[in-house]
């Protein structure tokens, strides 16, 4: 569910005008619900009520600052992957000890960086990483908290450029080594065990991959306790998936999600964090763009954006499916018609849908993707120089930039001349 909806034929994010967004900013640009993005976190927070639990936002996902403090303000953590994640979070407000630090290359420096600034725990991924976190805690005098992050070897039925639980993928330690590397970690000096962490992957359309996961979780668990660990908090990672087209897909709910993770580990009586993202952020945002032209191929239509890859890669890098809508809906009579989606850049491979059906529209329309909260503003670059599109944020009746479009003389004065070219 979201708070894009049509009223009068029109496309509205809350109670504002998509079409009075785009005529205050230009096009293209991305906004978001403050709505839906509390409502999402709110779902999840709501379904883990049964136990002690903190819903870690995945920061990956959507990660501008006004997002974040929104997030914070309203209770949730934050999973980062980066030393410019963990500034970020803190810089929108959120504490250290709601921060969690994930991610298979992290280094030195940043781990010091989110030492220094005070960290919930690491998520460590491999044994040289955590001979590392170890010299670095003990460097600082500190003693850090730590789970490892078990591979499963679970499929977790997505694609595969987002799949993260199978032992062919790079991530976290497999988990038939987990006693061994554990008791590694018992006898650094810098480090606490505390936990066990897992992620198999984004954008799953069915829970028993994770019932199969969580189930090896809770048997590792029972097996490290008797080990002589302290195992009291699971982080169970992200990777709920979300209804990209509307009209055929509906993936578990997170009261389903909330109601499996009690089935699996919730005898254990652990602790439990979850670091969703596309759930929270996915649904919550638009990028909306203006048809440029609609040309006519040999045997189709192509309707031509002002968007482009470089603003939204997801169809381009993942084949994925966004839906796309007119922000005014067509008058009643006017045919619908079938286009190759396209946006600017010289390459075939900037292409957001083909053969899509959709109501007609002609150059100048708006058009709205919807489901490009997540992963869309953040994968975004300046690719065949076009400048980075502004983020809008809606709350109720009012709207705010939230990253302004640069201007072109910004984006050129990034670059610097050498001093014998100058
Ligand atoms: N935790 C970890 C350790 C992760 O690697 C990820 C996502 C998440 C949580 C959040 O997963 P989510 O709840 O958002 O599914 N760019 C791709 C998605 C990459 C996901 C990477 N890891 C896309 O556009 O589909």
């Known amino acids: 569910m979201d708070h894009f909806l049509y009223r009068d034929g029109a496309l509205y994010a809350e109670d504002v005008a998509i079409a009075d967004i785009a005529a205050a900013v230009g096009t293209p640009f991305y906004v978001y619900s403050t709505a839906t993005l509390k409502r999402h976190f709110t779902l999840f927070d709501e379904a883990l009520d049964w136990g002690e639990h903190l819903v870690c936002f995945a920061m990956k996902s959507l990660s501008n600052q006004a997002v974040i403090k929104l997030l914070g303000d309203a209770g949730a953590g934050m999973d980062v992957v980066s030393a410019g994640e963990y500034l970020r979070a803190k810089a929108a407000g959120v504490p250290g000890e709601r921060i969690v630090f994930s991610g298979v290359g992290k280094t030195a ?12 725990q690491f998520n460590v991924e491999s044994e040289p990483e955590m001979i590392v976190l170890d010299q670095v805690a003990q460097s600082l005098g500190a003693v850090i908290p730590i789970t490892v992050r078990v591979n499963p070897d679970v499929d977790a039925k997505t694609h595969a450029k987002i799949a993260t639980g199978k032992s062919e993928n790079k991530f976290g330690i497999p988990i038939s080594r987990a006693r061994d590397v554990y008791a590694l970690a018992a006898n650094m000096p810098g480090l606490k065990v505390i936990g066990i962490d897992v992620h198999i992957g984004s954008q799953l359309t069915e829970l028993a991959p994770f019932e199969a996961a969580y189930n090896k979780v809770a048997e590792l668990t029972e097996q490290l306790r008797a080990d002589g660990h302290e195992i009291s908090r699971l982080d169970l990672g992200g990777g709920l998936g979300i209804p990209y087209a509307r009209s055929n897909e509906a993936p578990p709910l997170p009261t ?3 109601a499996l993770i009690q089935r699996t580990v919730g005898h254990l009586g652990c602790e439990i964090e979850i670091e969703p993202g596309r759930l929270i952020s996915g649904n919550a945002g638009l990028m909306v763009s203006k048809v440029i032209y609609v040309k006519s191929g040999e045997d189709r239509e192509f309707l031509i954006l002002d968007g482009a890859m470089n603003d939204l890669i997801r169809p381009a890098m993942y084949e994925a ?53 997540a992963y869309g503003a953040v994968m975004s670059s300046e690719y065949n120089s076009r400048p980075m599109i ?6 109720g009746d009012q709207f705010a930039v939230i990253r ?19």
Not at 321 to 328: A, E, F, L, Y
Not at 390 to 395: A, F, N, R
Not at 404 to 422: G, N, S
Request: a negative charge; glycine letters at 8%; proline letters at 11%.
């Open 404 to 422: 302004p479009r640069p201007t072109y003389e910004e984006m050129i004065a990034r670059d610097t001349l050498p001093p014998w070219l100058d």
């Open 256 to 258: 389903d999600y909330g």
């Open 390 to 395: 502004p983020e809008v944020l809606v709350d």
């Open 109 to 120: 420096d940043e781990m010091r960086i989110a030492i220094e600034g005070g960290i919930r």
């Open 321 to 373: 499916w966004h839906d796309i809508v007119p922000v005014v809906e067509s008058a009643p009579g006017v045919a619908p018609a079938t286009y190759d989606i396209v946006g600017p850049i010289c390459e075939s491979g900037d292409t957001f849908a083909k053969h899509r059906d959709m109501p007609a529209v002609k150059a100048d329309d708006l058009v709205a993707f919807r489901s490009a909260g």
